[in-house]
């Protein structure tokens, strides 16, 4: 197996937590049940032993011989489970193993350590998290924060990642701060209540009618969305843009963007991606679909035909 091994060690920069740990984990353990009950599946869980502490993983298809492999890492303030809403992940049309990172200083079952954002520390955890899976090389997929991820993997492991798919990433320009923007993301942020979540969803991560999730679904990712901003004390550095560190990356790497994200206005993250990126190999625009890319079906095909094509 191919190892890449950290030139230093990484470093914790903060430690974000739950306010009452046992009962806290207990509801997200739940919610996760309530989540396999609905989509009629049981995800695999692997814990790992990380720089940054315990690192949990859900897995899907994991234990068959599938000859590819995708790693998917989740946006702030989110689960990685987030993509398979409404067994979403069906929407690849391609059959591999598939691992869910719950990534470190996120509210879910990981250890709230994270490194300095602006360094490659992440893309190190990131590093070990493929050793502890024992996956030589994947294609691997990033929504928003998770672009960041993928990239600053890309950057010291390149050898370990086939390519990488950014969804709406978080790391090809600052955060919008525009009245209209910074007003939805912050709305449920101070006035945590499921109706100030639910109009964040509608204003800023979906696009109904094309972009949007059923009933259910809507519902289980409100009501994450309420307990991760009331009982998660979040210290996490929020993902900023790389600018000249991405002329270090060196894997094929696949732009998806929704052309109603409010985070991160689509027109400049492509700018910016075709002008630092040496290695980008397509970029796909998909209209009227929010920030939340990751559930969106065709956002999903086309990964899927991309790997089958491999």
């Known amino acids: 197996m191919v190892k890449s091994t950290p030139s230093a060690d990484i470093n914790v920069k903060s430690t974000s937590y739950f306010k009452d740990e046992e009962t806290d984990l207990n509801y997200f353990k739940n919610w996760v049940s309530q989540l396999e009950k609905t989509n009629a599946r049981t995800y695999e869980r692997y814990t790992l032993s990380t720089s940054l502490g315990k690192t949990n993983v859900w897995g899907l298809n994991t234990q068959q011989n599938h000859p590819d492999t995708l790693?998917?890492?989740p946006g702030a303030r989110t689960t990685s489970l987030i993509w398979d809403f409404d067994r979403g992940l069906d929407n690849l049309k391609h059959t591999m193993k598939i691992y869910l990172i719950e990534?470190?200083?996120?509210?879910n079952l990981s250890d709230g350590?994270?490194?300095e954002i602006h360094s490659l520390d992440y893309g190190w955890w990131a590093t070990e998290v493929l050793n502890g899976l024992h996956i030589d090389r994947a294609f691997v997929a990033g929504a928003s924060f998770g672009g960041l991820i993928c990239m600053k993997l890309g950057i010291v492991s390149p050898e370990r990642v086939n390519a990488a798919f950014l969804l709406n990433?978080?790391?090809?320009q600052p955060f919008s701060l525009k009245l209209k923007n910074l007003y939805y993301n912050?709305?449920?942020l101070l006035r945590p209540s499921e109706s100030n979540v639910l109009t964040f969803l509608e204003q800023a991560v979906f696009y109904k009618p094309n972009h949007r999730l059923s009933p259910t679904a809507e519902k289980m990712l409100v009501d994450y969305e309420v307990f991760a901003i009331t009982r998660y004390k979040d210290k996490t550095q929020k993902p900023y843009y790389m600018d000249r560190q991405l002329a270090d990356v060196t894997v094929d790497t696949y732009l998806l963007e929704g052309d109603k994200d409010l985070l991160f206005p689509h027109k400049k993250s492509i700018a910016n991606a075709k002008k630092h990126i040496k290695s980008l190999k397509e970029v796909v625009v998909f209209p009227d679909v929010g920030h939340g890319i990751e559930t969106y079906d065709k956002a999903l095909n086309f990964i899927g035909k991309?790997?089958?094509k491999s």
């Open 113 to 115: 350590n994270t490194p």
């Open 306 to 308: 991309i790997i089958l």
């Open 103 to 107: 990534t470190n200083g996120l509210p």
């Open 186 to 188: 912050l709305l449920p």
């Open 169 to 172: 990433p978080g790391c090809l």
């Open 71 to 73: 790693v998917i890492f």
